[in-house]
Structure formats: C-alpha cells, structure tokens
C-alpha cells in the first residue's frame, strides 16, 4: 500500500506549538508521507516555534504584512494554497484551531476537493462575536472538515449536536499537552535577563497575556488599568507580561504600563522561555485560548479576561475562572488567589481536563485507521 500523503497548515505561534508534536508523530510514521506548509500570518513569532521544534516547512506563503486585516489574510492563504495542493496532491490537508490560516486552508482544500482535518475542533461559545473572528472560523472549518479530531467529549458533543457524523469524530485530548511535556524542565534557565533574575521564592510572579482582538481599546485599558491598582496595594507581586507584537496591543500596553516597576513587560517570548515561565508562575492572567489547556497541566490557576471561553471544561473542573475585563471585577478575582489559601489550592489541584500527552499518537492512529491502513478503531481520550 502506497504512504497516505498529509498535508499539514498552520500560521500562528499558537497553531505551531500545538502542530509541533503531531508533525514529529506524523513524520515518525512509516506509512505517511507529511508535508508542511506555513502561511506565516504571524512571522517571527512562528519562526520562533518552527526552530525550537526543528520544523522546516517545504513551502512558506510568507503572508505578513503590517496591520494586515483579515480579508488579506483570507485571500493569500486561499490563493497561496491552490498552487501547492496542486502540486502536492495530499490525501488529506490537516489544519488546527480556530486563526484565519486555519479556515482559509480548510477552504483552498474544499475548492481542490481535498479531505479536511481539524486539529482541536469542536470547541464553541456560541457567539460568533467572541472570540472574535476565531469562533466563526473554528466553526467554519468544522463544516468544510472531514474527520474531527475533537480533543475533549464535550467538544465532541458540540459537533454531534451540529449534526457531524460522530464515526468521524476522535477525541484525542489536545497536542498542546504533547508539546507542554517537551518543554518544561525544573533545570531550566532563562535566556532573558529580566526572566533569569526574578525572585521566583519571594515574589508572587504572575503571568500576563493579552491581545485578543475584541480586547483591543477600552477593555485592554481596563486590563492594565487592574495591573496598575494591584502592584500598589500588593509590594510582592509582580506582572510578567509579554507583549504582542500587534500596534494596537503594544500602544495601549506600554502606555499605561511601562512606569510601573511591579510590572516587566517583554517582548514575546519563545515556547521554551513561556511554558518555564507558566511552570514559575503563582498563577496566569489571560485571554489566550491556549493557556487555559497549558496552565492547568503545570497546577497554575488561570483567571481569563474574556466574557465568554470556549473551553468551559477547566471552568468546570475548576481549574480556570472567567473573570471579563472590568477593572474591579479583575481586581476582586486576583485578590481571592493573593489572599485566600483554599480558593488558590482548589484550583491548582484540580484535575487537568485537556490531556495527556499522547494526542498526537492518537492522531495518526486515528489517521491510519480512517484510511484503511489498520482495522481496529483507536481509542479515546477520557479524564480518569
């Protein structure tokens, strides 16, 4: 039987951590033949990944541009990718999440009558304004997928309840718990210098992301407005906050923030510098999707400055809050794991919804079995 030929797409920092260890799966695989295309909606960012993980992609659409909107996004992708399916003739195009590459390359498979793989599919708010536009192109992708690699039951319900086949569901828990295991070390040491001196003993060190699109303007001023209020009330705290390279983040972030001394901010960091950080954190401040799956598995409480997750999984195991993004709202939250014991520990010791560390394996099982190679369909990720 010839190699089942599988095209991978990814373009974010995100999607490449996530992609990372189901790329070294799918190239370990004697019966597949796996091919990497990048878009580089996020540029360095990406190439941070793709050089920790030691991916080189055999073709790069090299898409970024300053301040680039979505429909450029959209369009370039879509373009882009004709050319290579062409060219490469997959069986099947795999793609993740929920960015704009994401939908974009599930769309170009659609248009070449390509199979559809969606890594990490299944998630919903059920408003397709938030998160905005990442619930509509999680959903969109959904509906142009052909096999549904759902990483929790509950994201598999969601599908089933959209009307998907549940035999081209598999829930495989999701690969950024893979990636997690391969970065996180107690030896570790920091490239930065700012990361390297931190008192992680004596100083509370909490972790900052925020960037999310429907978070730009008032409500991330009201973010750092919240930072502000508690590094004067609470002298052994500090904010790590790596900065996202968009203007919009930056302007609002720096502005408000960079005379604080209880606050570092950074410029991006690397998957390796990130998930250490998280792993020394007291707990993570986000709106980042992909932290609240990171976090718990490091036993690191997460407050998410967003009105709505799509992940309620750690909601309901109690790993992760949602908080919104008023300042006094956020403030209340930080202040019960500063200062209550027990509301801190039931959090950090709940138990880890998200994986554990063989979806990528369960990937390509699901892959081969799908494809005839084997007979016996794989088994499910559960929670113990």
Request: one cysteine or more; hydrophobic letters at 40%.
């Amino acid at each position: 039987m010839n190699k089942l030929k599988v095209m991978t797409v990814f373009g974010t920092r995100p999607e490449a951590i996530k992609m990372a260890p189901l790329v070294a799966m799918l190239t370990q695989s004697q019966h597949i033949q796996c091919c990497v295309v990048v878009s580089a909606q996020h540029r360095e960012m990406l190439d941070q990944v793709l050089e920790l993980f030691n991916i080189k992609p055999d073709y790069d659409l090299d898409i970024m541009k300053q301040r680039q909107s979505l429909s450029h996004i959209t369009s370039k992708v879509v373009e882009g990718m004709e050319k290579i399916i062409k060219e490469e003739n997959p069986d099947i195009i795999l793609v993740h999440g929920d960015t704009t590459t994401t939908f974009a390359a599930a769309l170009a498979a659609f248009y070449q009558h390509k199979k559809v793989g969606h890594v990490e599919a299944g998630l919903r708010t059920f408003n397709k304004w938030f998160p905005y536009p990442e619930e509509m192109n999680r959903k969109l992708a959904g509906v142009l997928a052909d096999i549904h690699f759902a990483p929790t039951s509950t994201a598999k319900d969601n599908l089933i309840r959209e009307g998907v086949d549940p035999t081209s569901i598999f829930v495989t828990g999701n690969t950024v718990i893979d990636a997690l295991f391969n970065t996180v070390r107690e030896d570790y040491v920091f490239k930065d210098g700012i990361l390297k001196n931190l008192d992680y003993e004596n100083t509370r060190v909490v972790l900052v992301t925020a960037h999310r699109r429907e978070n730009l303007g008032e409500p991330l001023e009201q973010i750092c407005m919240a930072i502000n209020e508690l590094t004067q009330e609470f002298k052994n705290l500090c904010f790590v906050y790596p900065v996202h390279y968009n203007p919009a983040v930056r302007e609002t972030a720096l502005s408000l923030l960079k005379d604080n001394p209880g606050v570092k901010l950074l410029d991006p960091l690397d998957t390796q510098e990130m998930h250490n950080l998280m792993a020394r954190s007291f707990f993570v401040l986000t709106d980042s999707g992909g932290i609240q799956e990171e976090a718990p598995a490091l036993g690191k409480p997460v407050l998410v400055m967003r009105d709505v997750t799509e992940r309620p999984e750690g909601v309901k195991a109690g790993t992760v809050k949602v908080v919104g993004v008023d300042k006094e709202n956020i403030i209340k939250e930080v202040k019960k794991l500063l200062l209550d014991e027990n509301e801190y520990n039931r959090m950090a010791e709940a138990v880890n919804p998200y994986g554990d560390g063989e979806a990528s394996i369960r990937i390509v099982k699901a892959l081969l079995y799908w494809f005839g190679f084997t007979k016996e369909r794989p088994s499910e990720f559960c929670v113990e």
